[in-house]
């Protein structure tokens, strides 16, 4: 079992910077591929990047290539989301996910085995 517990959400101007931090508590953190999704107001909930165990492989969708990055500190069981040059389109509810044993760093909602309850970030014009 993991508990995983998202912060670092909340209003930012077209332009800013966030950064969204997981915090993981339960087994074993380093052997869980992790991932962040979003899901904006009255759409589907959509992958945004991923990090494999290792962290060595990581995956970001087209929308937020070169403005994200994704990162962990198995040390600290925690998983990290910088986001830059935030636009209003990045406005969602982010959440945390965890999948056992994974190196791929890509993650579908459906593949994985833990959730985080969400962090609302929203991007003003």
């Known amino acids: 079992q993991v508990q995983l517990v998202e912060s670092g959400g909340g209003l930012v101007q077209a332009g800013g910077s966030l950064r969204l931090s997981c915090a993981a508590s339960?087994?074993?953190?380093?052997?869980?591929?992790m991932g962040w999704f979003r899901q904006a107001a009255g759409k589907e909930r959509e992958f945004v990047a991923g990090i494999s165990w290792t962290g060595g492989k990581t995956y970001y969708v087209d929308s937020v290539k070169g403005r994200f990055t994704i990162s962990r500190d198995n040390a600290k069981n925690t998983v990290y989301l910088q986001m830059n040059s935030l636009k209003p389109e990045d406005t969602a509810v982010y959440y945390c996910a965890a999948r056992y044993l994974s190196n791929s760093g890509y993650y579908t909602s459906d593949g994985m085995h833990y959730w985080g309850k969400g962090t609302l970030v929203t991007v003003s014009s």
């Open positions: 339960g087994r074993a953190f380093s052997s869980y591929g």
